[in-house]
């Protein structure tokens, strides 16, 4: 199992919870929102659409802060000839994540920090700045913890609750549900009970029943039925 499936199989697991803050947010352009992976019918009630409208109209993150998420995720995830960070959405969902739980926001943005303050200080630059090897050495640090130890505990958990994150962002996307070849409820061809087991019970279909809804190439058709409860077609 390479590194990517590795990934792939942490998607159940569970989500770090992080200190809750009730944050002040900036409001986006309503003609912004139509650019973001938002725009498509799914299941909601219109209750609970109305609520994502109004999250979605705010902007928690500041710009470098979603630059740096956009980094931090294709470190952890990077692009192959499936799909990438940036097509399936991942930063536009993890910050809609954090308006919809407020709980994330001071874990997400005091490790954000934490890792341009780290980069400043051992390489002079910003995490994003930095080069890839580079940024790779400071998140090896929190990425592979001791379980044991005291230290970093903080880091860590930022950590393992952008890596779910992603993952889920990803994962969930339609990019990420073709990589995984999920097909979903796909309807199939039943060919009804074994006939050994209807020679067992003494029992037979009807012959004008299995032609009209036994045969295959009917699976699409609705069934048809008179008023007698009789079948039509």
Known sequence: MDRRD????????????????ESCVTKTAPEVIEDKIW????GRTPEEAVFDQELMLEQFFEDYELQTIQTLANLIL????????EQAGVVDFIEFMVKDVPEFQVKIRGGLMWLNNTCNSKFNMSFINCTEAQQKEILDSIAFPDMKADEQVQEIQFFSLMRNLVLTGYFTSEVGIKELDYKGNMPNVWDGVPQEVLDDHGLSYDAEWLSK???PNNRDEVAQWDDEGNLIT
């Open 213 to 215: 809804c036994m045969d």
């Open 39 to 42: 725009k498509y019918t799914y």
């Open 78 to 85: 990077p692009p192959n000839e499936h799909g990438n960070i």
């Open 6 to 21: 590795s990934l792939k199989s942490m998607i159940l697991g569970s989500m770090a919870v992080g200190l809750s803050l």
